[in-house]
């Protein structure tokens, strides 16, 4: 019911501030432009919507402050301060677009000879006042509760996103309107064929642009940097600023990489005698701009890995920016020489080479060179953490299992495989079809047939790597969980009649093997039947001396026992007391018991309790939180299923269009 109350305080309180804000901007913008055309009407109107929305908006928000005066827990709720932030962050980026047009107003003059629009300066200013003043309030009650009772929950994930995000929109705003600045001056400098035209308000908008944008992002920056260097661990372990960082450097790459390829393909068009297309100022400002910004936010991951260690989250995001660039380096360098290779064939033919073709060497040579860059660079350096040994062994393991990885490796055998498929279907469908008498008088098929076997080479070749890295990888991680297992002496309790730590033996034995375990009967009926070996047929209990089950209690890493074993081991309280004291990892196993039931756990029975046991073992063994393994839900089999058929059309699609073009 709080939780309900809460919403609706604050989703009215915002809604009736909002609108009171921007009535008081029309208002007074009507009442105060000397060029005004306003009707009657439309000052009753806001006059109106002041009178209805100030007193809602004053009754929910004193409704909402004494909330948060009867105790801390609502002055801390997530939902208080993710109303107070988003608040601000509206009143942020309107008053941006307020700014911005004061701002190219005032600068419209140093590019023609007309003064500023007189309506247009108070339009902005009054505007501008408005915001800032609400923006004012709303911060210093933002303020208050942070004096008040910190930042508890959610709140530094909620304050890191709304300042990384206006930071993100200003760095956003300023790289479009530099680029667009170069542009324009780049153009000018060729007044025969000016790519853009330089007129007094684009040049005027592009540079308020730049400032206000420049300006929204340095503020916002140096909040989260001054944070950063605070030293607080939470901040250097925050994953929303790697999150900030490598979006900002994937961006930039991409743009880079994209224009890079087209000033390559121009490059080669005119080599080749092709006709000019486009112009080669456009892209050479995205690549300088998307340069200096890529290069900016480079330099702060950097000094960032100085001066705090790097956290398994922002590991990840980390590796996903690696293998999203390899990803798009191995695309374009395959699709490239895949082109480059038909082109070639075609020629060595004697075959006609017509403008298709020269265009499809310029795109193709330009893709591979491009590309091969963008993907040896992240791919070198992927390959150098997972193959690291010695004290980053166990580093390495992490990067190896990392989920990004994986997902690149098998993405490229699918494409491979996807490509392979295609150009063998294509390549037998030509020689059935000539077995057949069908010929085709249009295509030679000997360069058909080499231009298919070419593809395939390519996607042999790709898939051949990556299913040796793939194979490497588990090489490696067979003889990393070997050496674990062989280091985790292992103890199986049963306080009960034994059958249990008979399955266990048995079941550890077969899926873990190289792991040494042994099993203690904690009641006299369980150690008849395991004795202190694990043995079934150990012998009768007073066989097995004490001492040497006091032995295996003592050189046990890791303890499986139910949850009550102590409890039920009364009867033998000197190896009770031994386990109770051990230092070692203990494996509770929630095994059934009458009057008493688990919260969050499943009830298990026996054979679903030993594989979920012998998980949580190969869990341990490597070094990863305990969870519970669970069997996909029909649902996301469904899910699955669509989403294997959607990356099949995102794969197969482009791939059969290349071949296409190709044949």
Request: hydrophobic share 55%; proline share 4%.
């Amino acid at each position: 019911m709080a939780s309900i109350r809460r919403a609706y305080v604050l989703i009215t309180s915002g809604i009736a501030f909002q609108a009171a804000t921007w009535a008081a901007i029309f208002l007074l913008r009507g009442l105060l432009d000397p060029g005004r055309d306003g009707s009657t009407r439309d000052f009753a109107l806001q006059i109106a919507v002041l009178v209805v929305t100030v007193p809602i908006w004053l009754a929910h928000w004193r409704w909402a402050g004494r909330l948060a005066s009867a105790g801390p827990a609502e002055r801390s709720a997530d939902a208080r301060r993710l109303y107070l932030l988003a608040m601000d962050v509206l009143f942020v980026l309107a008053a941006l677009v307020q700014a911005q047009a004061l701002l190219r107003t005032l600068l419209s003059p140093l590019a023609s000879a007309g003064a500023p629009d007189a309506s247009e300066l108070v339009r902005s200013a009054v505007s501008l006042a408005v915001l800032l003043l609400a923006a004012r309030y709303n911060r210093g009650q933002l303020r208050a509760d942070i004096a008040a009772v910190g930042e508890p929950g959610r709140a530094p994930s909620l304050r890191r996103l709304a300042v990384l995000g206006l930071s993100g929109v200003g760095l956003a705003l300023w790289a479009n309107a530099t680029i667009g600045l170069l542009r324009s001056l780049a153009s000018g400098l060729d007044r025969a064929a000016p790519a853009v035209r330089l007129t007094g308000s684009s040049l005027a908008g592009l540079a308020s642009s730049a400032c206000v944008g420049f300006g929204l992002w340095l503020w916002f920056w140096r909040r989260a940097q001054r944070r950063f260097d605070s030293g607080d661990p939470d901040e250097e372990r925050a994953t929303l600023r790697k999150l900030y960082l490598y979006a900002a450097i994937l961006v930039t790459a991409v743009a880079s990489v994209v224009n890079a390829a087209l000033l390559l393909a121009g490059a080669f068009r005119q080599l080749l005698g092709l006709k000019p297309m486009g112009d080669f100022r456009d892209p050479l400002t995205i690549i300088l701009v998307s340069g200096v910004v890529w290069a900016w936010h480079h330099r702060v991951l950097e000094r960032d890995a100085a001066a705090a260690p790097e956290a398994p989250r922002q590991a990840g995001i980390r590796r996903l920016y690696a293998y999203l660039m390899a990803s798009l380096g191995l695309a374009a360098a395959s699709v490239g020489l895949a082109g480059l290779l038909g082109v070639l064939i075609r020629r060595v033919g004697a075959a006609d080479i017509g403008e298709a073709q020269l265009e499809l060497l310029a795109w193709s040579a330009a893709g591979l060179l491009a590309g091969l860059p963008v993907w040896a660079l992240p791919w070198r350096r992927a390959e150098a953490e997972a193959r690291a040994g010695g004290e980053a062994s166990d580093a390495a393991e992490t990067a190896r299992d990392a989920l990004p990885r994986k997902i690149y490796l098998y993405l490229a055998l699918l494409a491979a495989a996807m490509a392979l498929i295609v150009s063998a279907v294509y390549l037998i469908y030509r020689l059935v079809s000539l077995a057949l008498g069908e010929a085709d008088p249009q295509n030679d098929l000997g360069i058909d047939i080499a231009r298919a076997l070419a593809v395939a080479a390519i996607a042999s070749s790709i898939w051949a790597y990556h299913i040796r890295v793939l194979r490497g990888d588990g090489d490696l991680d067979s003889r990393a969980r070997r050496d674990r297992l062989a280091e985790l002496t292992t103890l199986v309790v049963d306080s009960g009649d034994g059958r249990l730590g008979h399955a266990l033996l048995a079941a550890l034995d077969r899926s873990l093997a190289g792991l040494p375990v042994a099993a203690l009967g904690l009641s006299l009926a369980a150690r008849d039947r395991l004795g202190a070996s694990g043995a079934e047929d150990a012998g009768p209990a007073e066989a097995v001396p004490t001492e040497a089950a006091l032995a295996a209690i003592d050189d046990a890493a890791l303890l499986i026992l139910p949850w009550n074993a102590l409890e039920a081991g009364s009867e033998l309280p000197e190896l009770a007391e031994a386990i109770a004291a051990s230092r070692a990892h203990k494996l509770l196993l929630p095994t059934p018991a009458s009057g008493v039931d688990w919260v969050g756990v499943d009830r298990w029975e026996t054979p679903e309790l030993i594989e979920q046991t012998v998980a949580a073992v190969r869990q341990i063994a490597a070094g990863v939180p305990v969870e519970p393994e669970r069997p996909l839900g029909v649902g996301t089999l469904i899910l699955l299923a669509i989403g294997g058929l959607v990356t099949l059309l995102i794969v197969g699609v482009p791939l059969a269009s290349l071949v296409a073009r190709l044949f």
